[in-house]
Each structure stands twice: as C-alpha cells, then as structure tokens.
C-alpha cells in the first residue's frame, strides 16, 4: 500500500536504519525512538491491524515474534525488553507522531 509509511520502508523507498529484512519482514530502528534501542518490526505485505490477521497469519505472527527475540539478542538487550502490538490508531499516540500512520502492524521492541 503505497500510503503506508511500514510498506515504503519494506520497499526501501524511505530510509531506514534496517536492522533485518528477509521474505517476510523488515526490521529497523524507530525513526524517533523512545528507548536506547527501540526497534520495529513489520511484515513485508500490508497487514492494516493485528484485527486484520486470521489464523492463516499464525506463521507470519510467529515470524515477527521471532524475529524482535532474535533482534534483542543481536542488539544485546535480551536480558530486558519489551515486545509491544499496537492495533488501532488509537493504541499509541507515540506510534502515530513517529511515523504519521498508525494503520499497520508490527512488533515494536523497546530497551532501557
Ligand atoms: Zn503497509
């Protein structure tokens, strides 16, 4: 969806601090983070909520998660962090201010 800030990020038509990227997802750092490491994690194909996912998402859901534990232990912050789902533009203001659009999903990985 070309409106959609994660989806431009995935295509690589806005830079990004890209920490991974395969077949399924892109990972990178916050644009404004609010945590020393603060990461997202987005799936490659435009999901607009964790609402819009059915159970034949389980493997991409599974992916993401997998995906911020092994991040956390790439960056070093295993030992404490936090795995957030936003779903809805409502759920996180923070969310919204960094990024303009709130109508996708992702893990977002933060670490004090
Ligand atoms: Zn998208």
């Known amino acids: ?3 959609c800030i994660f989806c431009r990020i995935a ?5 990004a601090r890209i920490v991974r990227r395969d077949e ?3 990972a990178f750092h916050d644009l404004a983070p609010v945590a020393p490491t ?6 490659r194909r435009h999901l607009a909520s964790l609402d819009a996912t059915d159970t034949g998402d389980r493997e991409l859901l599974g992916a993401l998660a997998e995906a ?6 790439e960056l070093g912050v295993a030992d404490g962090y936090r795995v957030v789902v936003n779903n809805g533009a409502s759920a996180d203001h923070t969310w919204s201010r960094s ?3 709130a ?3 992702g893990c977002r990985l933060s670490a004090w």
Do not use: K, Q, T, Y
Request: glycine residues 6%; contains cysteine; proline residues 7%.
């Open 38 to 43: 603060h990461v997202l994690v987005v799936p």
């Open 68 to 73: 911020a534990r092994e991040i956390a232990r």
């Open 103 to 105: 109508a996708a999903i």
């Open 99 to 101: 990024f303009g659009c």
């Open 11 to 15: 295509a690589g038509e806005v830079p």
């Open 24 to 26: 399924n997802l892109v």
């Open 1 to 3: 969806m070309s409106d």
